[in-house]
């Protein structure tokens, strides 16, 4: 028999937990011969929107759910110590799973990444990846990183851009990812110290194929593969892009169904529409992975559907089965000792 | 006679300059019966483009340019002496003209107006407050600082919010504008130590209608009417939302183009689209004001045409009849008494 890969899902996380975590769960199962699932969480509710039993299918259950809109998401994993997270955290951790999804709370999981699932000694700082669909036909861009980190520091934009180079080419498959800088300008000597100080870093590191500043107006245009960035700017751009998308789209279909001739075009323009809303809310891109830390853990976004959150736990196999996690502790103990 | 307002027009900046600027200038003072332009550049090629000659259009020679894709700013200030935008500006300074527009390089006007009509020194630092459309009904909503200051500090986002209060007040006609701080959450302690030190002064000062932290995602939905951000974070923000509409839409246009059944809906919305480009690129919003200089500064889009243009003077026209920047100030020397 084949290696099975064990992907730990906190199965009370998202705005649509348990019921369509624990279809998506039952989905990557039927899809993923290779993938065995544990669900974390409430043992009786779990069992009600499960299809049926499956030998590759556990329950643990926890009777503790960390809400949506916490507040202190530290505090919360402090203290919220039988809620599904924690415990999911803590096999991952214990080795009891290989690797961890969730569509709770962004800032929970990344804190339960770096608290309990813990932080890799080789990296500074962990990083939130996510992957970015653009208009240029099948080409997507990572985004690293997109909020975990807010202090920029130019150590920390250069460690995103190795970790996020190794994991297009270990998880995605990408030879010789194309690297930008997030800049306020493309020239060379933009941006504040740090942005200066990460330019020259990135420039001096002949492994990466890193091709200057970018500006956020290229966020979804797919010119590059990586975008690096601290945490505070990367959040700042892609909850733009976020918000500018649903804001334009949201006007559009007020438009169109405010008159019938509207409608009518609507109708016609149908298969359009629907190709702008992958791009926008993308089911198939499986979530964003919080690298650095000692064990795939990747955030399903909050409002996923059980397709959506199915693909993130193919994302997390796929994460598992490439090895990524020991790859980037190679890597970065390597630089670590260069450096230091 | 009533006083007339004498706006300075840089006419060589801009991508369609100085063909549109020029044509502007006199839409301009068609429109406006107050106001008169003086046009900075070179006077064969301006004399070519305008309509007649007009007793409140006046024309200063001016042999150099300075061009839109400038890499240093300053230093092209500095150096290009008869430069259209220089001599602009030195006039202003001079008070030969109450106020100045240009289409030209975003970088180089901020430096001109800082450096030659010169920062007022009850400011510490000059902020770009574009006024941004939203989907929301006749809300427009005030970003300030764009990315005059790359800098992040409390005190200077402090300040932004102060001046893009007086100037939605004085010049907009907003009686108690609404203000959020651009940060990466909603919750109060959200953000890095200048942000969190922002938010107090902010909420200290009750003359201001502060509401909090405000994410990137609501960028044009009209939540506020004032988003105080440092110039960096400003920046990335403000052009992550231009790139998404723009790719978005022109993603939208590619598809509506490339089958009969998309042509004949792309007709029946026409109207829509067009009610959605003007959010995306709006003509009467009159370009961006600099704020903390010693005159109405005002940067119209580099892709203006001559109705943009025309409106962009008409927004220098209600800067200078309203007085913002006495207001600015008096407002701003009074706050630096008291907290030194």
């Given at each position: 028999m084949s290696k099975l890969f064990k992907i730990g899902v906190d199965a009370m996380g998202g705005d649509n937990a348990p019921a369509e975590m624990v279809k998506g769960a039952y989905m990557a199962i039927e899809k993923y011969a290779d993938v065995e699932v544990t669900l974390f969480g409430r043992e009786d509710e779990i069992k009600k929107h499960l299809p049926a039993t499956h030998e590759r299918i556990q329950i643990v259950h926890c009777d503790d759910v960390i809400p949506?809109?916490?507040?202190d998401p530290a505090m919360a994993i402090r203290r919220q110590k039988e809620s599904s997270l924690v415990v999911a955290s803590k096999a991952v951790k214990k080795g009891e799973v290989d690797a961890l999804v969730s569509a709770g709370a962004t800032g929970a999981l990344i804190a339960a990444g770096t608290l309990l699932v813990k932080r890799l000694k080789s990296v500074e700082r962990p990083a939130l990846a996510p992957i970015i669909p653009t208009v240029k036909k099948d080409a997507t861009t990572i985004l690293c990183d997109a909020g975990a980190n807010s202090e920029a520091k130019a150590s920390f934009i250069y460690q995103n851009a190795k970790l996020a180079d190794i994991y297009a080419k270990t998880v995605l498959g990408i030879q010789n990812p194309k690297i930008g800088l997030l800049n306020?300008?493309?020239?060379?000597?933009?941006?504040?110290v740090e942005q200066v100080e990460a330019f020259a870093l990135l420039k001096n590191d002949t492994s990466l194929n890193f091709l200057g500043n970018i500006e956020?107006?290229?966020?979804?245009?797919?010119?590059?593969d990586i975008i690096a960035a601290d945490g505070y700017a990367g959040n700042i751009a892609l909850k733009a892009v976020e918000g500018t998308a649903k804001d334009l789209l949201g006007l559009l279909k007020d438009e169109i169904m405010s008159t019938t001739k509207g409608k009518m075009g609507g109708l016609l323009l149908k298969s359009t529409f629907d190709g702008i809303k992958e791009v926008v809310n993308?089911?198939?891109?499986g979530g964003a992975i919080l690298l650095g830390v000692g064990a795939p853990v990747i955030k399903s976004p909050g409002s996923s559907d059980a397709e959506t959150f199915m693909y993130a736990i193919g994302h997390a196999k796929k994460a598992v089965e490439n090895d990524v996690v020991s790859k980037i502790d190679v890597a970065l103990t390597a630089l670590k000792e260069t450096t230091e």
């Open positions: 949506m809109d916490i507040g306020i300008g493309t020239e060379d000597a933009k941006g504040g956020s107006k290229s966020m979804i245009s797919g010119e590059v993308p089911k198939t891109v």
